[in-house]
């Protein structure tokens, strides 16, 4: 399932404030399981008996509602000088108007009881109903003579029945909602105000209102934009924007500020959460539509998250062109048990392929996404093959047995320093493999091969980083010789992925610290897990024979900002509860990571987030070679491989100095 779908962040010492549940749930049918019980299917007859017997009887109370309205037609249109041939009039006709109102009124469902209070939409019907009934009764007119059946009476009684029963419904839900949050507003409800006088800020609006015990008292909608300020949503005022969100805490007594998962940017949220601070109200964040939208959900407003500030604006995808390339194709995903590449392998499955491939050697990893992702996508085939890309025999196998369409090559190590200690193996699992299975590619008539890359290939200074850009090397170096289009993407950290380092620093936390960073000055590129697969996905899509695509990671965060906001989320003070530790740079590691060389230039593409590294190809011939060379030196001598992939990317400098790297950085 898709990691936005968390609904709380792990806090490790409590909160600022206790969370209070927001008891909404969202049911999805095909959801809860497949074939009812009989037991269920007799319950399921008795609430339809049941539901049958209050629509009668709701339309039985109609019932008279209708003839007196039908009677006040009369009266008003004879100005309350109502004769004997008036009232002969509505005897005779009385039946008639009863019947047609009742008629549509039960076809349409606008008199059917509802546990809950009217909304714009059941007036929406009710005026169908009504006009339907006028409808059927103006041709009776002249079919039946002998019928008298004033048009203007006829009006006024449309008219009447939209004031009157429409009315009384709304009155109805003014009560309801006066006396939950007026008569029964009390010192145990938490004062509130939502971010974002829009659908989605409505939205969280009449769910708070829909809670049997009302858990929060909404005092105002905070919105950016000016022109809504003073606005009514839903009869709640927009009171202002974030700038004075200091200024309207305080003056309305605010506790909690509600905000819509995606609604704020990183930047803002920091912002509101420094307020927060300072002035004594917590922030808190609920799902989005797409969290309601993919299953059974219960909403509860929740601690802001490190996700959260780190947000940026939502990746907009063209699904059609994903659609018409994926649909229909088999598609492979090595190292579908890892991070990126299982959420590229749930990413795919919300389109239609005919068949996922899921290759990776990490059996327990198979075993549990195998089991993911049937429960997500039944009609979708999906098979699960453990192996090592590096056996040629056995990915033979599996290309040979499922003629894979597409392939998208995520397997590969990423710890820089275990692999600064063990250059052999970044050869064999980085380079080797992507050479054999491009290959293989090539030879099996694969349409598609997409390879997953790193910021760190950019003027490496690590063995990871320098392998990972001989592999790309040679996956450009191939265009010219297959069919294949063979399109790198290349992007930086992804967020709370395996072994990462928000995962290090909530070990760090829990444990009550230090919680360490190699430098102060040191930055990465983030983006969230699902952000990173969707762009893949979207860069396949567009990528053209071998291009190297970047995606847009925004601007770079500080590993110790980092580490400062985790600490503070889990409710404790850096440098007072949690201290903050400075180990060095590790080897291999560079204060500052680039996605592009200063010889590669930049095109844009059809997509804003996703930019094309133009450079110069290597020819196929030089690069086999070199590759060669490398791989017998990873038998025979490990050691003398940065020589060799010095000799290769001669952007890689080995153990350059932080302070000489952060000068060509700047320059």
């Known amino acids: 399932m898709d990691d936005s779908l968390k609904i709380y962040d792990q806090q490790v010492k409590g909160s600022t404030a206790d969370t209070v549940p927001l008891a909404l749930k969202i049911h999805d049918p095909q959801v809860a399981g497949a074939v009812p019980s009989v037991g269920h299917e007799r319950g399921g007859r008795a609430a339809r008996g049941k539901n049958w017997l209050l629509r009668l009887m709701n339309m039985a109370m109609l019932l008279p509602v209708f003839a007196g309205i039908y009677y006040l037609g009369y009266w008003l249109r004879f100005e309350g000088q109502l004769g004997q041939d008036a009232l002969k009039g509505f005897q005779a006709t009385v ?87 007026g008569l029964r507003s009390s010192q145990h409800q938490v004062r509130a105000v939502i971010v974002g006088a829009n659908d989605a800020g409505e939205m969280i609006l009449r769910a708070l209102r829909g809670m049997r015990e009302p858990a929060y008292h909404v005092v105002g909608f905070l919105d950016n934009d000016p022109q809504h300020y003073g606005a009514r949503v839903d009869g709640v005022s927009v009171i202002g924007g974030l700038e004075e969100v200091a200024t309207l805490a305080a003056k309305y007594k605010v506790q909690q500020i509600l905000v819509v998962q995606g609604e704020l940017s990183g930047m803002q949220l920091r912002t509101l959460m420094d307020d927060a601070q300072k002035c004594g109200f917590t922030v808190r964040v609920l799902p989005g539509y797409q ?68 290759v990776d050697q990490n059996e327990t990893g198979q075993f549990f996404l195998d089991r993911e992702l049937r429960a997500i996508a039944s009609t979708v085939q999906i098979d699960v093959c453990l192996a090592d890309i590096l056996n040629e025999d056995r990915m033979r196998a599996i290309l040979g047995q499922y003629r894979p369409q597409v392939i998208f090559h995520a397997a590969a190590y990423k710890h820089v320093p275990m692999l600064e200690a063990h250059p052999e193996e970044a050869v064999q699992n980085i380079v080797a493999a992507t050479r054999r299975l491009a290959d293989l590619a090539m030879e099996y008539g694969v349409g598609s091969f997409v390879m997953i890359s790193t910021d760190k290939a950019i003027n490496p200074t690590s063995v990871m980083g320098a392998c990972k850009r001989v592999a790309e090397l040679y996956v450009q170096s191939l265009t010219d010789h297959s069919p294949c289009r063979f399109v790198t993407v290349r992007f930086g950290n992804v967020l709370d992925s395996a072994g990462s380092v928000v995962q290090i620093f909530r070990q760090q936390i829990a444990a009550g610290g230090p919680v360490t960073v190699t430098d102060p000055k040191m930055r990465r590129y983030f983006m969230t897990i699902p952000e990173a697969a969707r762009l893949v996905i979207q860069a396949g899509t567009i990528g053209k024979e071998g291009q190297i695509l970047l995606l847009d990671m925004g601007e770079p965060a500080r590993i110790v900002d980092l580490a400062t906001d985790m600490i503070r989320l889990s409710g404790l003070r850096p440098g007072e509860d949690i201290a903050i530790e400075f180990t060095g740079v590790r080897p291999g590691e560079k204060l500052f990571e680039e996605l592009h060389l200063p010889t590669e230039r930049r095109v844009t593409t059809s997509h804003p987030k996703i930019i094309v590294a133009e450079h110069k190809k290597t020819s196929r011939e030089r690069v086999v070679k070199a590759i060669e060379q490398l791989e017998r030196l990873a038998r025979e001598a490990p050691a003398e491989i940065p020589t060799q992939l010095q000799a290769i990317v001669h952007e890689y400098h080995r153990g350059e100095q932080p302070e000489l790297f952060e000068q060509r950085a700047a320059a």
């Not at 009504?130 to 004033?150: E, I, K, Q, S, V």
């Open 291 to 358: 969290q309601l939208i993919d299953g059974t959900l219960t909403i509860q407003p929740r601690p802001v998250s490190i996700e959260d500030l780190l947000q940026r604006k939502p990746v907009l995808l063209n699904l059609g062109e994903i659609r018409e390339w994926v649909d229909g194709r088999v598609i492979m995903v090595t190292g579908s048990a890892g991070s990126i590449g299982s959420e590229i392998c749930r990413q795919l499955l919300q389109f239609s392929p005919q068949r996922v491939v899921l």
């Open 95 to 181: 039946a008639w108007v009863l019947m047609a109102k009742v008629v549509w009124f039960v076809g349409l469902g606008a008199c059917r009881t509802r546990s809950r209070p009217a909304t714009f939409y059941d007036l929406i019907v009710l005026t169908q109903a009504t006009t339907a009934g006028l409808c059927t009764l103006l041709p009776m007119h002249y079919l039946f003579p002998n019928l008298l059946l004033p048009r203007s009476i006829l009006l006024l009684d449309w008219g009447a029945t939209l004031v009157v029963v429409g009315g009384t419904r709304a009155l109805l839900r003014h009560f309801h909602e006066t006396s939950v949050f």
